[in-house]
């Protein structure tokens, strides 16, 4: 139970919520919480609020809650007596409720202050600038206590080289910006804090993470567990399987790989373990499978909803280009699994350890109700994903009663205990629904000043160093966005990844793959900056997602980061190779035996890679095996490739594919030739 408790610690600390708080603090926290709650449904139900405005709201509600539930310091600063009210974890201390306050009030000055701030645009006052200096200065500090102090440094340093960039070397110089062009970018403009990330936040990303929250305290995380344990559990390698599909299941309603682990972990990773699958690799599979849910349609993460705006396409067609690349790699983490179970010579677990797949269905059917209004409100009607968000929500709330009522009529609860257990259930979830989205709001505030920097003209600047240092090589310019997402992924949440790196490169992508004959799309450009962000929570040594998978399974953080980050291998070449090959996003396919045709292909493409990658197919790869699991891949994640390199007419590329089985075919032949009988 102290191992759960551990990474359920790990979760609240990744949403910034270290306190204890007395009870008086809860209801403090707690009302306000609800009221953002209320706020963020009443804007998609029936409230006519300009977006500035929602904005500014959206980060004051956010800001002040983050001073109220997490401390300055997470550890005691013995040497520093007069700091220890700044490490308090027992109650709030005066100093956080006057920042929570201050914090808010700086926040809500565009609110209060909107007719005049637009009428002398550009032209900030002694009140603007000093206002400003003050939101600025509590906002990095409050993204530094929730998601640590990388963030706040990166703000920091573009800040310092917008102010000195006319002292800079030829190399590096600017122009240079005033305090008034600066704060009338960043604070008292929508080119800035309330520029594009936040305004996403606010106006869909709070309602997925919401509708998320509900579903979870429903428990809707534990059928879906239950459910891929009950299909899958039998086979080999059974529960690491069932952790993978639970996990991408769980992704659905879930928005943070912490959180998909604390709720899927407790029962796939002992159970993996008590088949053979050792502690490190065990925690491992639930790291990659959970960190890949991000990926997975039709929620995705926030930085998703945030690609649909920055590419400026309807949401569905993020979906739409994330879902063949999505499966594919959970696909290839399945694979691993049985892969991994083939070497270590793993069974499944009997049928009597297992759930009982009707009677899991039939009691937690009921929580599918959501995901389908969900998805047909996207799909079929094609609502806003604000709007289906909200319908989806407004369902949730009748299923939980549901679930409650249903008890009485087994004899379990009473009537009154049945409602008064589904508001706690909702209002339990409201809170927390608010909490998760602390740290992406303010990671979309914070990367807004960011923007907000290279948007003044340092963008032009940077896009020519990174020009200069890929030396004109699409190649070279890939895999170093590709280890800068890596690196900044040590210290950022996957979001605020995405936001700087699609910032900086996703522009200079597009052109100089033009420039050099690739014809990219920038939703290809896009996407690859997202997919390497979402490396963000097993990248060694940060990645706290290990760091929970690693306290269920009782292993050491580092090495499983290490394994969890290796598993995601088949993630970063999924990536490259949309990149070059845009049919995988299903660019400019509108057919669904085209669409599909693809997708086998890819499915195909990603096992050869991955008999490649653990050095195992049917038995262990001999040296000569390797060049036909990685021709074969080539071939089918891009047969366009093959087509240029032999002179294939485009139209007959697809032809290709007949190569590609005859390679595969090759080698699982020889394999089975050497297999023991």
Known sequence: MSIIKTAERLEREERGEVRNLRR?????????????????????GFLVLDSTKTRAIHLAFAISLLYLITPCFKKKRRFFSFLSGLSERDKIPLIDYILSLLSAITALYIVFDYENIALRAGMATNRDIILGIVLVILLLEAARRVIGPALSIIAITFTIYAFLGPHMPDVLAFKGVSLNKYFSNITLSTEGIYGIPIGVSASIVYLFVLLGSLLDKAGAGLFFTNLALSLLGRFKGGPAKAAVVSSGATGLVSGSSIANIVTTGPFTIPLMKKIGYPAKKAAAIEVASSTDGQLMPPIMGAAAFIIAEYVNVPYLEVVKAAAVPAFVSYFGLFCITHLEASKLGIKGLPKNLLPNFFHTLINGIHYTIPLIALIYELVILRHSPELAAFRAILLI??????QEIRKTFFGEISFKSALSNGIRIIFSGIIQGSKNMIPVALACATAGIIVGVVNMGIGGMISMIVENLSGGDI??????????????GMGLPTTATYIVMASLTAPIIVELGALYGFMIPVMSAHLFCFYFGILADDTPPVGLAAYAASAIAESRPIPTGIQGFLYDIRTSVIAFMFVFNPDLILHNINTWPHAMLIFLMALTGMSAFECFAQGWCLIKNKWYDIPFFLITAFIFFNPGAIADIFNIDSSWKYYVYILGFVTYGSVLGMQKLRTPT
């Open 397 to 402: 709330f009748p299923v939980i009663f549901y």
């Open 475 to 488: 190649y070279l310019l890939l895999t170093i966005t590709a280890i800068a997402s890596l690196l900044l």
């Open 24 to 44: 008086f603090e809860h209801y403090i926290v707690g009302v306000i919480a609800a009221s953002w709650a209320l706020f963020q449904l009443a804007l998609a």
